[in-house]
């Protein structure tokens, strides 16, 4: 089974500081992605990567950067959260190939800015 | 970019069959229709993906008509712990084209 681990369920943070999420996943997998979830809302995007080094944003990245040093790790950073950035964030993965839009999905991270 | 809409709930008892459209006007040719599933404080998770006509796994049918601008994703005979959030994803990975919009979801409640 395909493991898509996020290193936190749940952060509080004070509006200023700079927030890394992680995300790794474990079936190498090339592309990776970041979405946000606010009630009302759904899934929205904010960044994916399809290899190591490269990303694209999404539809909601301001305020938001990434990095993918390694091709199973990919991190979401808040430079400076502030309290609109509380929200789910999920983390996601799939494969290149004829299965490359099924993504896999982490528990979640449960972020709250004070 | 392909926006998609969905019913934001739907009410069904154990043992029906349910059908839950998506519709996605602006369809572009390389995308392909994912559906997913979302428990409370878990990540979505993959059911099933089509690109036109019909597919059909052990869990669930997917329809496509021709003109590929909706999806219904038919769930037969559910049980209670198909109480969940549906989310439709239309989109594609395919280089020059990597736009990947979900739905809003739809809340499915089943009851006894």
């Known amino acids: 089974d395909v493991k898509v681990t996020q290193s936190s369920r749940y952060l509080v943070k004070r509006t200023g500081e700079k927030v890394f999420l992680e995300c790794v996943q474990d079936m190498d997998h090339e592309n990776m992605f970041w979405y946000r979830q606010d009630p009302g809302l759904g899934l929205r995007l904010i960044y994916f990567?399809?290899?190591?080094?490269?990303?694209e944003k999404g539809d909601i990245p301001e305020g938001y950067s990434v990095s993918r040093e390694k091709k199973e790790r990919f991190s979401l950073i808040l430079e400076s959260a502030s309290t609109n950035q509380t929200s789910m964030y999920l983390c996601?993965?799939?494969?290149?190939?004829?299965?490359?839009?099924?993504?896999?999905f982490g528990a979640g991270t449960r972020l709250s800015v004070l | 970019l392909a926006k998609t809409t969905q019913p934001i709930s739907m009410d069904s008892y154990e043992g029906q069959e349910v059908n839950i459209t998506c519709s996605h006007n602006n369809i572009a040719t390389n995308d392909y229709i994912t559906w997913y599933q979302q428990f409370p404080s878990q990540g979505p998770r993959f059911i099933i993906q089509?690109?036109?006509t019909k597919v059909t796994n052990e869990v669930a049918s997917l329809f496509i008509p021709a003109d590929r601008k909706s999806s219904t994703l038919s769930l037969p005979r559910v049980s209670l712990s198909d109480t969940a959030v549906y989310y439709c994803l239309v989109g594609s990975m395919d280089t020059g084209r990597r736009a990947l919009t979900f739905g809003s979801g739809t809340r499915l409640q089943v009851q006894p």
């Open positions: 089509g690109y036109k």
């Open positions: 990567s399809y290899d190591v080094k490269m990303k």
């Open positions: 996601a993965s799939s494969e290149s190939g004829y299965t490359k839009n099924i993504q896999y």
